[in-house]
């Protein structure tokens, strides 16, 4: 798809940006579609009972009933969060008999999860509820989202 006739001409404040760099970012940009597509996966691994569905598959093919008790949510709200996740391709169905089994659709997607894993592993995070806050205060001690101290 040509997105070359929807881009706007710099302006003249622009002018001094990095125009070969410009181009091999316009160049490499991966079509709106791709990136709505990647935007929705990102959005489906937001909600914390998604992403522990997800990291339960990490051990292979499981039954509903059984990831239901490894994530201790109802197997109803597992089958829901498994047909988002099977609707945009996150997750597989396979059936024996009248039961499913769920797998991560594929090795992207274990990947993706490992790396997050590992990312949240070595990162502290900005504004955690009860973790330390940009400047290593917890919040229940004077960090940047405590109330303010009584007189």
């Given at each position: 798809m040509d997105e070359s006739a929807s881009r706007v001409p710099l302006s003249a404040a622009?002018?001094?940006?990095?125009?070969?760099?410009?181009?091999?970012?316009?160049?490499?940009?991966?079509?709106?579609?791709?990136?709505?597509?990647?935007?929705?996966?990102?959005?489906?691994?937001?909600?914390?009972?998604?992403?522990?569905?997800?990291?339960?598959l990490l051990a292979g093919r499981m039954a509903v009933r059984d990831i239901a008790a490894a994530v201790d949510l109802s197997e109803s709200a597992v089958s829901h969060a498994l047909r988002l996740l099977r609707a945009h391709r996150v997750v597989d169905v396979s059936r024996d008999g009248r039961n499913?089994?769920?797998?991560?659709?594929?090795?992207?997607?274990?990947?993706?999860?490992?790396?997050?894993?590992?990312?949240?592993?070595?990162?502290?995070?900005?504004?955690s509820a009860d973790g330390p806050d940009i400047q290593g205060r917890s919040s229940h001690d004077g960090g940047a989202h405590s109330a303010p101290p009584e007189k």
């Open positions: 622009q002018r001094d940006v990095h125009l070969e760099q410009l181009e091999d970012v316009r160049a490499s940009m991966p079509t709106m579609a791709d990136v709505v597509d990647l935007a929705d996966v990102f959005s489906l691994l937001g909600d914390p009972g998604r992403v522990r569905i997800l990291i339960a499913a089994y769920y797998t991560l659709a594929d090795a992207h997607v274990r990947i993706l999860l490992e790396l997050g894993l590992d990312h949240v592993g070595h990162t502290v995070l900005l504004h």
